[in-house]
């Protein structure tokens, strides 16, 4: 089975900086799925960036980017020119990928999650 | 679009009792998957319907169940309900098909039931 770890519960920053909140995970597959996910106060659970395993090339979105490294099972996710409203619960997490017959569909593997705090 | 639709946003049982909750997708997408959010838990996998099938199950008692209609609307169900069972309720849906890379889709999320035991 797979695992995600968050080892840090609680983050902050100053508005315009830059921090880095970390991912390990744990699996024997060779393809998957990768996600960072936002939860802010208000619950609703936003996808702010994903990465196949089988690119080398790293993700990036506007401000922020990931640093994927396979070999080590890390994926951590830098938010660059941090926002107040960036403040949010980030979580890792792991998919499988689809196949017939499999047992990972729509399964979502989550971390424990980072509470990220953009302070003024 | 309208994005996925969970209700009630908030319910208060008793312990014995039995809820259902329910969560209709976006349009046109199959699939329905539901997660429970505890404090001490985190987020844990329920289940997964995909056409009106459970393709996937976590590890939850059988006091969980759920079902999809034809329409792609998801219930899910918790019979004799436990203190423990307080917890946000997450449904996501996606249009991920058999053999479908998920890339190609997005889990969206609903705004959650949040449930309390009392």
């Given at each position: ?6 080892s840090?519960?609680?983050m902050s ?20 799925y ?8 208000s ?11 089988y690119?080398?090339q ?8 990931v640093n ?7 994926f ?5 020119d941090s ?6 619960m ?7 990928p ?5 047992t990972s ?5 989550f971390?424990?999650g ?5 302070h003024? | 679009k ?7 946003r908030?319910?208060?049982k008793t312990?014995?009792q039995q ?6 997708p976006i349009s046109g ?22 056409s ?6 976590g590890?939850?008692p ?10 792609s609307?998801?219930e899910?169900?918790v019979?004799?309900l ?7 309720y997450?449904c ?8 479908a890379?998920?890339?190609?889709t997005?889990a ?8 309390t035991?009392?």
């Open positions: 089975a797979q695992t995600v770890t968050q840090q519960p609680e920053v100053q508005e315009a900086e830059t921090v880095t909140l970390s991912c390990t995970y744990d699996t024997s597959e060779n393809n998957y990768l996600f960072w996910y936002k939860q802010p106060p619950r609703q659970m936003i996808l702010v960036i994903r990465q196949e395993a690119k080398q790293n993700a990036t979105e506007n401000r922020f980017s994927f490294q396979k070999a080590a099972k890390s951590s996710l830098k938010i660059s926002q107040l409203g960036d403040t949010a980030y979580f890792c997490a792991f998919m499988s689809l196949n017939a017959g499999g569909y729509g399964k979502l593997t971390g424990q980072t509470i990220l705090t953009v003024p | 309208a994005g996925v639709t969970q209700t009630p908030y319910l208060i312990r014995g809820v259902t909750l329910s969560c209709s997408h199959r699939s329905v998957s539901w997660y429970q959010q505890t404090p001490g838990q985190g987020l844990q996998f329920l289940f997964e319907y995909f009106e099938t459970q393709r996937n199950k590890n939850f059988g006091r969980f169940s759920g079902r999809q209609f034809s329409n609307r998801s899910m169900n019979s004799t436990e203190l423990g069972d307080s917890a946000l997450l996501a849906s996606s249009s991920t098909g058999p053999g890379l998920p890339m190609n997005e969206f999320f609903g705004q959650g039931t949040r449930l035991v009392v």
